[in-house]
């Protein structure tokens, strides 16, 4: 078991922004698939918007502890990024990537077939919370399956992707998992052999919203500028951005291979790394 990351960055918005309205819904669980919280309605809160973080974490090996980002109590936290080996050898031995709850903790956990298989996830938490609801999951033959319903003031995005060796998940370039609404309901659904979660929040009413979609090159890495967030945050106003869904073969066994959303403090610019035919959905909200 190797563990090669840290907390990567903490940003703090200088003019604070009155988010409200947001919330989650989040798994909980002794494994990623296990639900452990018991209200669907977790709570409501709204605060002044001053930061948000974000966290990568890279490990080797099956047997890595879950790491431990905060309470859920006053944060919400998002899947930003995935990359490396997800291969699993049968049903009895998983891989995965993302965020999920425990005992009121947000943990971040990478899970992979053996001790030499490198998972690496990113995860941005925000600072509040509004009518968390437990989270939804899609797998390989199920039909869309409904997360929340769709409003003027709800946002979903993924929250975990993973393989529990039951389809052979994420081996070809054409699995994929995706939340989407449909403008009655939000669902997130897939093609291929995939497994995913997602996680719903509700922004302000009429709150700047903006969607990309990016296919890596066959071979090598692409990175684009998303949208750009002078000091710190200030304008777009509490600007985030997250994975509302992922494409493609996950089995390299490099940490960067993969998809991910960043916040770069040197430019003030949000940008998607994607490599090797993978394919980012990227939700900003403000």
């Not at 918007?49 to 790491?67: D, E, I, K, L, N």
């Not at 999951?137 to 039909?143: I, N, Q």
């Not at 998992?177 to 093609?191: H, K, Y």
Request: negative net charge; glycine residues 12%.
């Amino acid at each position: 078991m190797k563990n090669v990351s840290n907390k990567f960055w903490k940003l703090s918005c200088i003019l604070p922004v009155l988010l409200m309205g947001i919330g989650c819904v989040a798994a909980t669980g002794e494994q990623a698939g296990d639900e452990l919280m018991d209200d669907e309605l977790v709570g409501t809160a709204e605060q002044a918007f001053t930061g948000y973080w974000g966290w990568s974490r890279a490990t080797a090996g099956h047997s890595t502890p879950a790491w431990d980002l905060g309470s859920t109590d006053d944060m919400t936290c998002f899947l930003s990024g995935v990359g490396g080996n997800l291969n699993a050898t049968d049903t009895s031995i998983s891989a995965w990537a993302g965020v999920w709850s425990k005992d009121g903790r947000w943990l971040l956990e990478t899970i992979g077939y053996d001790e030499s298989a490198k998972v690496k996830a990113t995860t941005l938490c925000v600072p509040s919370i509004k009518n968390r609801t437990t989270f939804a999951r899609w797998s390989s033959g199920d039909g869309p399956t409904k997360l929340a319903p769709s409003t003027v003031s709800r946002r979903c995005g993924l929250r975990m992707v993973g393989n529990f060796g039951f389809h052979d998940e994420w081996e070809a370039a054409s699995d994929s998992v995706r939340v989407w609404d449909s403008g009655l309901d939000w669902f997130i659904d897939g093609t291929g052999n995939a497994n995913g979660m997602a996680i719903c929040v509700d922004v302000s009413p009429g709150s700047g919203t903006w969607r990309w979609t990016y296919i890596a090159p066959s071979s090598g890495t692409a990175t684009h500028n998303l949208i750009q967030a002078i000091d710190h945050g200030t304008s777009p106003l509490g600007t985030q951005c997250f994975l509302t869904g992922v494409a493609g073969r996950f089995r390299t066994n490099a940490w960067d291979d993969g998809v991910f959303v960043a916040y770069d403090p040197g430019t003030n610019w949000w940008k998607v790394t994607v490599s090797n035919g993978r394919t980012a959905h990227v939700m900003c909200i403000q």
